[in-house]
């Protein structure tokens, strides 16, 4: 027995200082931005590849985006050493909100025959709206565990169980279980983890395989479009999208509230009424 | 309890050369093997002079185990090999090749990173056939027990591991012989120190006249290191130089000197200025603890499935002008191997050690380790007495023509060759600075060139190091901060300086109440845990955790 599992991924702007790049009216400008993997994905990535380490079996990526978005489940390729990836890409999906997408990435799914577990991460980056997991989910009708940091596959039983944050809060944990086919939410507190030499040496196995395969990541990629899924195109795309976006506004930076002043540390008497401003906050303990 | 963990036949702590000759004698036997190294990387951690030799009288060499290994893991073969004694700028040199060739098949100048890695590789490829498997960044960091008998290991980043037999290759400091009772850190006068410099020099046969497939190696004695007894040496690698010197330990903490201090002293002198010229391109300062065989190597290195090889049974022969650690690790593990494997086709795995033992002593490679003639020597030569009256008479003029005399007719030069005299040479002030600096006064001439070379500051060579500082975790803790208990380190540390405040020790004024007390303070981010500090101070002194600490790209 061997657990299949599909990670579902989305190419973001890379929101990082020096990479992204605004206008001046502070939009962003897509085509100075490059486009990465979203970050909180990579938990889902790692809650799939601990899956495979310790269970055996097959990971699969799948996003929905343009063409150029291969890039980004190269990467995904990379890092969990995936085995296949599935693009869904059509202009037809261009300008889908959550719903939208979700029923096209459940289509995929579908498509590809519905998987042991989908993991996804923990809302995008751009949007940061978490709607898209829990949508698919509902759409594909799976039991579905979010805030996930650690979990556990049962192959005999076929069952999952996980622990997870309630509410968000770190210092809060429960335990739950589902049957597989399940949904995982992976949160950012996610953590593998490999305590035996085995899942250690099978990591290691799984990354020499795959360091070839990254290279060549094009023969393991499928792309749909819409006539491949059979989606009729008003329900997709910004036809099958009910969200409407009114406006964007930029959010302005608060204005500095504190004056700064320069003292010379040469300057005996500057610094003394530094020492002297201080000197009630020290008294305070911490 | 102990039963739900993993196992696995065989378990091999470290990937040197003694561990991973073990793994690969192993997988040949076909024995599960799971070879764990804390290090990044193979090699990460590890730290040589470098010279590994293959001799003639081994049972193992490292290319018989590893077919390949010359051309691929190794520098330069050492063709030529000399001994320069030295006093101010009087030098004598004598050509010590026919001692290096000796029983010697081949030696090679080795960079540890890249050999460690390379044997690596080789060994996960052959372990992983047995269903084990090479892991880096994992630290084994004591023994697993059941019921008062070792069963396997404990690691700090993956769950405990039993094993029928444990192989300790876990290096000069290894955590697995002390959890075992079987080594100490105690006596200054059983260790060295080492420090080195790697140097680069894209031109290595122009400096020295040498063909690709040649070598050279110089070691230095003499009166260049402020009286501390020790030597230098100096390597030519494939396109680089690994220059240092080995100090012992006792000495360098009497002397209260500074081991970078004396490895400028060799880098700085008028001598290299004939091979260093005027760019200096220092790229890697690094420090190492060694054993001193033939006091420490344990000759019964084995507790129940526990065998101990390589350093970690301070199995490092560094006597004289012969310094030989990696062969013999890589024959104690190959044997330690074999007499596992017998002891297993015999149904008795637990007499491996026992096997072990008996196989160290009749291949010949203990009394390499700890031999009879420095045994019987060493109670009249290493009396202070006997050291005073030899050193005075060195120095009388009566010594001095004796001297002149023995060279006239090549004496001295042959004394030096012979392996015979090195096995009985007294650790004392004679051999390494008396006796150097009475022949390079009488028989030396001068050195016409003149330094012009800077070496990084202590400072810089730290800054230059890669570290993955485990911040708030750290792995030293001074037992005892007095500067009688742990002032030593101070000095002796080879990344601390008195009067330097970036390094691992210092020495702090603290006031309480109007007094005033001199303490040792200790910061071990820029540890380059050769263990040092664990013999000359009180320390707790442990390894990092896996991938964490000091990482050597040389080594």
Sequence with gaps: MSIHSIVLTKGVPDFREGQVSFDEDGHLERGKTPTVMNPNDEHALHAALQTKVRHGGRVSVMSMGPPGYGDVLKEAMKSVYADDLYLLSDRELAASDTWATAITLATGLEKLGVPDLVFAGFKTADGETGHTGPQTCWALDLPMITHVISLDVDEEERTVRAQRLVEGDVEEVETVETELPAFVVADPEFEASYRTAGEQLALKDLHEQTTERAREHEQHLTTWDHADLNLDPDYIGLDGSPTIVSSVDPIPKPPAEREATMVDPTDERGMSEVFEEMQPLAAGGD | ?555
């Design chain 2, 1 to 555: 309890m102990t039963d739900e963990y993993e196992h696995y036949e065989a378990v091999v702590v470290g990937a040197g050369p003694g561990g991973a000759a073990a793994a690969a004698k192993l997988a040949d036997e076909g024995i599960e093997t799971l070879v764990v190294e804390r290090g990044v990387d193979a090699g990460a951690k590890n730290v040589s002079g470098g010279l590994i030799y293959a001799e003639e009288s081994a049972p193992y060499t490292i290319d018989d185990l590893f077919p390949g290994f010359r051309e691929e893991a190794a520098e330069r073969p050492i063709t030529e090999y000399y001994i320069q004694n030295i006093a101010g700028e009087m030098v004598k040199e004598y050509d010590l090749t026919s001692l290096h060739e000796h029983d010697t098949e081949w030696s090679d100048a080795v960079l540890r990173r890249r050999m460690d890695s390379w044997l690596a590789d080789r060994v996960h490829e052959c372990t992983r056939e047995t269903g084990g498997g090479l892991l880096t960044g994992i630290r084994a960091n004591g023994l697993l027990r059941e019921d008062g008998e070792i069963v396997g290991v404990t690691c700090d980043e993956i769950d405990p591991i039993r094993a029928d037999l444990i192989v300790a290759a876990d290096g000069v400091n290894s955590e697995l012989a002390r959890d075992a009772g079987l080594m100490d850190w105690e006596e200054p006068e059983e260790w060295f120190q080492g420090v080195k410099a790697t140097v680069d020099m894209p031109d290595v046969d122009d400096r020295f006249g040498i063909g690709p497939e040649e070598g050279v190696a110089h070691l230095f004695s003499g009166d260049l290191f402020e009286g501390v007894r020790g030597g230098g040496f100096l390597y030519t690698n494939t396109d680089s130089l690994s220059i240092g010197a080995v100090f012992h330990l006792d000495s360098l903490v009497e002397e209260q000197a500074e081991p970078h201090e004396l490895l400028d002293a060799l880098l700085t002198h008028p001598l290299l200025a004939q091979w260093l010229g005027e760019e200096y391109n220092e790229v890697e300062y690094s420090a190492k603890l060694v054993p001193d065989s033939k006091k420490v190597a344990h000759t019964s290195p084995h507790e129940g499935r526990l065998v101990l090889v390589g350093d970690a049974a301070g199995q490092m022969q560094a006597q004289g002008p012969i310094i030989k650690g990696m062969n013999h690790a890589v024959t104690a593990g190959a044997l330690a191997a074999e007499a596992f494997a017998t002891a297993k086709r015999r149904d008795n795995p637990g007499s491996a050690g026992e096997r072990y033992e008996r196989k160290l002593k009749e291949s010949g490679t203990m009394s390499k380790l700890r031999p009879k003639r420095y045994e019987r020597m060493r109670p009249v030569g290493e009396r202070e007495g006997t050291t005073d009256a030899v050193d005075r008479l060195l120095a009388s003029p009566v010594g001095r023509i004796g001297i002149k005399a023995m060279d006239t007719v090549g004496l001295v030069e042959r004394l030096y060759s012979s392996p015979f005299m090195s096995m009985s040479i007294p650790d004392t002030q004679t051999p390494y600075v008396t006796l150097p600096a009475i022949i390079a006064e009488e028989l030396g001439s001068p050195v016409r060139d003149r330094s012009t070379i800077d070496p990084p500051s202590l400072e810089e060579r730290i800054g230059d190091l890669t570290y993955d500082t485990d911040v708030g975790n750290p792995h030293i803790r001074l037992r005892d901060d007095s500067v009688e208990a742990s002032g030593a380190a101070v000095s002796a540390c080879p990344v601390s300086a008195t009067g330097f405040g970036g390094g691992c020790y210092r020495e702090e004024t603290i006031q309480t109440n109007g007094t005033t007390k001199q303490v040792v303070s200790l910061d071990t981010q820029p540890c380059v845990e050769c263990g040092t500090c664990a013999v000359v101070a009180d320390t707790e002194w442990e390894h990092p955790r896996g991938d964490k600490g000091v990482e050597f790209k040389q080594g």
